[in-house]
């Protein structure tokens, strides 16, 4: 099972649409939770990070469900410049931060 | 700040060349990563430092992968002999804190290596 699980997609969505990425993660340890975000052919850049409580940053809502051990990332309002594909990473003791494979947004007008 | 800075942005070499990435990582920095990426495994971690100091090289694939960080501002990876199954894009990140709560790594904007 791998560490951090994500659907591939993509999701193509049309601008103004509401869209949710889902990730599972394999270890209860886990200590430390993100969002990065990578466009094409660039490197990945932090998006947000994830908290127990929830957390809002403008149009991007982060959840984290420690018992069931998923992460969640609501995209409201989806611009075109939210294409790019979305990394769920987990950080456990003892280790570096762990990457999903990533989600794949496509936004269209 | 200039941010993580790596090169060459891009490498294309014969199989069996030895290749050398390198990378400079934020000031300050405590923590310095080494990552590839492909298609097919996604991300994935090879080797990181702490001051310096080799920690965690569990994900290096094989004796040809070696990573050095002789100072606080500079880190080498390299591959000797490289094989075509080692083209990828290779990411190098810095942090304060391996934890990286709240800010999460910088990445550097990576080698893409290609092996012929």
């Known amino acids: 099972r791998k560490e951090v699980e994500q659907d591939p997609g993509p999701f193509n969505v049309p601008e103004g649409a509401t869209v949710a990425f889902n990730c599972t993660y394999s270890?209860?340890?886990?200590?430390?939770f993100f969002w990065y975000r990578q466009d094409c052919r660039k490197e990945p850049k932090l998006l947000m990070s994830v908290y127990s409580s929830g957390n809002e940053d403008g149009r991007f809502t982060a959840q984290l469900n420690r018992a069931s051990q998923y992460i969640s990332l609501l995209i409201r309002d989806s611009k075109l410049s939210d294409s790019a594909t979305y990394l769920c990473?987990?950080?456990?003791?003892?280790?570096?931060?762990?990457f999903g494979k990533g989600t794949t947004l496509s936004v269209s007008s | 700040d200039a941010g993580v800075i790596q090169s060459p942005r891009h490498e294309v070499t014969e199989m069996g060349q030895e290749v050398t990435l390198r990378c400079k990582p934020i000031?300050?920095?405590?923590?310095l990563f080494w990552y590839r990426q492909t298609m097919m495994r996604g991300l994935e971690l090879l080797i990181y430092f702490n001051n310096n100091v080799p920690i965690d090289d569990s994900g290096m694939p094989e004796d040809r992968f070696s990573a050095k960080m002789p100072n606080a501002s500079f880190s080498t990876l390299k591959i000797q002999p490289s094989e075509p199954r080692d083209s990828a894009v290779y990411f190098c990140a810095s942090s304060f804190t391996r934890l990286a709560t709240n800010y999460g790594y910088t990445f550097g904007s990576g080698t893409r290596l290609t092996v012929v």
């Open positions: 000031s300050g920095h405590d923590y």
């Open positions: 990473v987990v950080n456990q003791a003892g280790t570096a931060l762990i």
């Open positions: 270890n209860s340890a886990s200590q430390s």
